[in-house]
């Protein structure tokens, strides 16, 4: 597994935010992101890249709740909603690729963890999955970028 250190630059996001538990993860995917790709259309934003999970409290237990956070980059703030508008900093991260069926990215996760915290570096206690190809749940040509940032 290749860990890279990569500086991520600021940038505007449309999110929508939940308390849930793993197993209804793909639920609120599936209802959240057609609803937020619509309204970055009806507010005139551009979608500018890929779609964004971020974990706050997730230790990959099944039953405990966290906070997810599902965002897609956008061009600018513009009109109201029903879904937050907002600059997400720039920050450093370390990162790593994992390609495949979804129902992998746990155990990429189980093996990323550990090797990041092996380097040495502050990290803030939130994983973010940067879903960069996205076919199905169940292709093996998904890719995507898992994240973990750095303490500043």
């Not at 619509?38 to 964004?52: D, N, Y």
């Not at 990959?60 to 109201?80: H, I, M, N, Y």
């Not at 979804?102 to 996760?109: L, M």
Request: aromatic share 8%; net charge negative.
């Amino acid at each position: 597994m290749q860990i890279q250190r990569k500086n991520i630059p600021a940038a505007m996001v449309l999110e929508s935010a939940a308390t849930l538990t793993i197993p209804e993860i793909a639920a609120f995917a599936g209802k959240v992101i057609p609803m937020l790709l619509a309204e970055a259309e009806s507010r005139g934003m551009a979608v500018t890249g890929p779609c964004i999970f971020t974990y706050d409290g997730c230790d990959g237990s099944p039953d405990k709740e966290f906070s997810l956070t599902v965002s897609f980059p956008v061009d600018a703030c513009r009109g109201q909603g029903a879904f937050i508008c907002k600059e997400v900093p720039a920050h450093e991260c370390l990162c790593t690729d994992y390609r495949g069926p979804i129902n992998g990215i746990g155990p990429a996760w189980s093996a990323f963890t550990p090797l990041a915290l092996q380097q040495g570096l502050a990290l803030q206690p939130v994983g973010r999955e940067v879903y960069v190809e996205w076919i199905d749940q169940n292709n093996a040509e998904n890719l995507v970028e898992l994240q973990i940032p750095l303490q500043k």
